[in-house]
């Protein structure tokens, strides 16, 4: 019994060794970013910038200015549980006459279709037929709606302005055609933070992208913006200028058939990084409506684990992977700009692309933890004695527990901003879930990048999503009760 004690006592040994120095490099990474966003950015977000209402807006702005024309896009397949609410928030709330939302739908998804044709009788609500049976890509159906709004502006002789890009299960802000119209004056993109809503039920699965998205857009994209280096567009709540996409089209090969790249896995995130390499100026708009809730686009994310992981799976396959060789490490323009912008989107795409390397090194640390466990339990019954750690290896487990202290303090601060006490608390369990679901995502995504490379075909590898039950929504209302309390 006591070789496979040492058997396992070696590998704890290498395993650990390997984890912790991963570990500290990449705790190194985050805490360049914390000490930017502390040093030149915490005080901005302590004196968040309000807009006016959106009565006052509308009185102002569409008098004093030439009305901007929207194109929102919502590709969809099976999402007949969610498109008619979207469709049916987004035209109450959005009541601007200057706009048209293209749906696009497969003639194979007629439950989808259906449920779109019931929000048809608004005038501005159209739906675009895709030519082939789904799922395609999500790209391929947001050019197949570039084309119907290329062919509108040909028969009404009036171009769009910008194009909003949303999914199917969105619930806008009311004022975020105020910001997209205040911003794209001067860039020519325009990202509003993505604000995850916990599922009922599901505090641990669901709840984990609140953390995630908390830090991310609280922090991680505002230092970005600083840097001047490149901005990934989420896909949805993010307005582009209509004549910036038309310029990328021209400038892509011939025989494409809109600016979005249909062979992407996250044509969103390529989309950004493109138009930043063709020059355009990015801004991310952090910016709160005059009651004070922060102007930002709220949806359900995934709720059940196989859902989350086949998400992030594609999120890792798309930017981590076959992102690196469609996009490089760096475009005419970052070769242009000052020296610091240049090394700042080097910086900025290997933290994009560092995803598979984490998920190898959490998982090294959990193998690491699982068997010093076991050898514990062995000395502990007499079995086995543990010899001392290696100086090296003790030194930087210190110092990997003190990074692991500021990492759930900054991580419980930012989750604490958008959703409260209570939510920051569960922000501590619920990392280990987020690490859980990481490493699961990434041998998913392993697999599916191989399949590229063996010529597979790419199709949109997407969750179904659903709304809460009304029984359910109002138990969790009641929660949400007792914990804003806490704030």
């Known amino acids: 019994m006591g070789g496979i004690f040492s058997f396992i006592d070696f590998w704890v040994r290498e395993f650990s060794f390997f984890a912790a120095f991963w570990l500290c490099l990449g705790a190194i990474d985050d805490i360049f970013v914390d000490f930017l966003w502390l040093r030149f950015l915490s005080g901005k977000s302590r004196k968040p910038q309000y807009m006016p209402s959106s009565k006052e807006f509308r009185a102002n702005y569409y008098t004093q200015n030439k009305p901007s024309r929207f194109a929102v896009m919502i590709p969809v397949w099976q999402e007949s549980a ?5 469709l049916q928030n987004i035209t109450n709330i ?4 200057m706009l048209r939302i293209y749906v696009g739908c497969y003639p194979n998804d007629a439950e989808t279709i259906r449920a779109v044709m019931q929000a048809g ?7 675009v037929l895709n030519p082939l049976n789904g799922p395609t890509t999500k790209a391929q159906c947001l050019n197949r709606l570039w084309q119907a709004m290329r062919d509108d502006e040909m028969l009404y002789d009036a171009d769009f302005d910008a194009i909003i890009l949303h999914d199917a299960e969105d619930m806008v802000h009311p004022d975020a055609l105020q910001v997209f119209a205040d911003h794209l004056r001067s860039h020519q ?6 604000l995850p809503m916990p599922y009922p039920g599901s505090a641990f699965i669901s709840g984990h992208y609140c953390d995630e998205f908390a830090e991310a857009h609280g922090k991680f994209m505002p230092v970005r913006q600083m840097l001047g280096a490149s901005l990934p567009l989420a896909g949805v709540g993010c307005a582009i200028d209509r004549q910036c996409l038309e310029n990328l089209v021209q400038r892509q090969d011939s025989g494409l058939s809109g600016p979005f790249s249909e062979q992407s896995l996250t ?29 930002a686009t709220r949806a359900y994310f995934p709720h059940d684990l196989s859902a989350a992981v086949r998400q992030k799976s594609r999120w890792t396959a798309g930017i981590a992977l076959s992102g690196w060789d469609r996009l490089g490490w760096q475009g005419q323009v970052a070769q242009s700009r000052k020296n610091y912008s240049h090394w700042a989107e080097y910086w900025m795409r290997i933290r994009d692309r560092r995803s598979m390397l984490g998920a190898v090194v959490l998982l090294a640390a959990y193998m690491a933890l699982v068997g010093g466990l076991i050898l514990s339990l062995a000395q502990n019954a007499g079995w086995y004695d543990i010899a001392p750690y290696s100086s090296p290896l003790i030194t930087l487990l210190i110092i990997n527990a003190a990074f692991l202290l500021w990492r759930l303090a900054m991580r419980c601060y930012f989750t604490y901003r958008y959703y409260g006490i209570f ?15 990481s490493i699961m995502a990434a041998r998913r995504a392993v697999f599916s990048y191989c399949r590229l490379l063996a010529g597979r075909p790419v199709f949109w590898d997407k969750t179904r999503h659903m709304l809460p039950t009304p029984e359910a929504d109002k138990g969790f209302a009641i929660q949400n009760l007792r914990w804003s309390l806490w704030r």
């Not at 969610?82 to 979207?86: A, E, G």
């Not at 009788?121 to 739906?127: K, L, M, S």
């Not at 993109?189 to 993505?194: E, M, R």
């Open 82 to 86: 969610v498109i008619l609410n979207t």
């Open 94 to 97: 959005w009541d601007c006459s």
């Open 121 to 127: 009788t608004d005038p501005r609500v159209r739906i």
């Open 189 to 194: 993109t325009v990202q509003l933070p993505v």
């Open 267 to 295: 044509e969103d995130y390529e989309l950004g990084i493109r138009l930043h390499n063709a020059g355009a100026k990015g801004y991310f708009a952090t910016q709160y409506a005059a009651d004070g809730e922060l102007i």
């Open 423 to 437: 939510q920051a608390i569960l922000a501590v369990p619920r990392m280990m879930i987020s690490n859980i679901i």
